[in-house]
C-alpha cells in the first residue's frame, strides 16, 4: 500500500511540469478582448433572468386561470 502511494506521489510530481506548461500554454489560445467581459455578463444575466421571466408568466397564466373560475362560480 505505502509503496503505490509513493510510486504515485513520484508519478505527479513528474507530470506536473508538463501540467504546468501545457496550462501556461493554453493562455495563447483563449483569446480576451474587451468584449470578453461583456459576454460573460450577458450570459449570466440570462441565466439569472430567466427564472424571474417565467415566474412571472406562470403567476400571470395562474392568475387568470384563477379569476376565470371564480367568475364562473359567482354566475
Known amino acids: ?5 509513493l510510486r504515485c506521489f513520484v508519478f505527479s510530481v ?4 508538463m501540467a504546468m506548461a501545457q496550462a501556461v ?13 461583456w ?7 440570462v441565466i439569472i433572468m ?4 417565467l415566474m ?3 403567476h400571470w397564466h395562474f392568475a387568470l386561470k384563477k379569476s376565470k373560475e371564480e367568475d364562473a362560480n359567482n354566475k
Open 25 to 37: 500554454d493554453s493562455y495563447r489560445y483563449a483569446h480576451v478582448t474587451i468584449e470578453t467581459p
Open 39 to 45: 459576454m460573460i455578463f450577458l450570459f449570466l444575466l
Open 50 to 53: 430567466i427564472p424571474f421571466i
Open 14 to 17: 513528474l507530470l506536473m511540469p
Open 56 to 58: 412571472a408568466i406562470l
Open 1 to 5: 500500500m505505502k509503496q503505490c502511494f
